[in-house]
């Protein structure tokens, strides 16, 4: 089984708001990843956890916030986001060749 | 800074045909390296891992050389469904992240 979920699939969400995306696999990985791709652009790293630690940030704003609950999930929290943050946002886990296995992603637009 | 360099395309290819990419890499410590597909407004997902020995899959076969630091990617028979972006993709290992090429754009054409 090499799958990862994600949800919500859709948010559109306003300035102000808060929120949640949140990231599941149980392939007993122990290094997770939040990756966002905007429109005809590959993926770009935001956040790297690895044994639930944060051991990449790629100087993502502030109003990014990851959490990392336990060894299968991850969760991206989000408030004050801007419309140029709109994008897919992808959450990966690595397997043991270093390969990464991707959720579907959640499209969000921020209004 | 890491780069992964790819022809955007698009490759317009008869049905049938057989199809190559190339990629280049800048970041000679790089460890691991792999193609992944991905379909509009889909997630990426792993088509193969690449090795310098060279590595084949059904129609797929991939090469990678570590000298000149480039990776091929190979389609034989290329199906209708092999339409899609294909995303040469580089990491220095452990728990690093991905980069990623800006994807080559194939159509095939019935």
């Known amino acids: 089984d090499t799958e990862v979920t994600q949800t919500p699939k859709h948010l559109v969400m306003g300035m102000t708001n808060k929120k949640s995306l949140k990231c599941e696999q149980h392939?007993?990985?122990?290094?997770m990843y939040w990756y966002k791709q905007k429109a005809k652009k590959p993926p770009e790293l935001m956040f790297v956890?690895?044994?639930?630690?944060?051991?990449i940030n790629e100087s993502v704003p502030s109003r990014f916030s990851p959490e990392c609950p336990n060894s299968s999930l991850l969760n991206l929290h989000l408030h004050a986001l801007q419309p140029e943050d709109s994008a897919l946002y992808l959450c990966?886990?690595?397997?043991?060749?270093?390969?990464?296995?991707f959720g579907p992603g959640t499209r969000l637009t921020v209004l | 800074r890491k780069e992964v360099e790819q022809d955007p395309g698009p490759f317009n290819v008869p049905e049938g045909a057989t199809v190559a990419f190339n990629c280049t890499y800048s970041n000679s410590a790089s460890q691991s390296f792999f193609w992944y597909r991905q379909d509009c407004r889909k997630e990426p997902k792993l088509l193969m891992s690449v090795y310098s020995s060279g590595n084949e899959d059904g129609r797929f076969t991939a090469q990678l050389n570590r000298a000149s630091q480039y990776i091929s990617l190979l389609i034989r028979d290329s199906k209708l469904s092999d339409s899609a972006t294909y995303l040469c993709?580089?990491?220095?290992?452990?728990?690093?992240?991905?980069?990623f090429g800006k994807g080559t754009h194939l159509i095939i054409q019935p």
């Open positions: 993709v580089v990491s220095e290992g452990g728990a690093d992240g991905l980069t």
């Open positions: 392939m007993g990985h122990r290094a």
């Open positions: 990966a886990s690595r397997g043991g060749v270093n390969e990464q296995f």
């Open positions: 956890y690895s044994y639930e630690k944060l051991s």
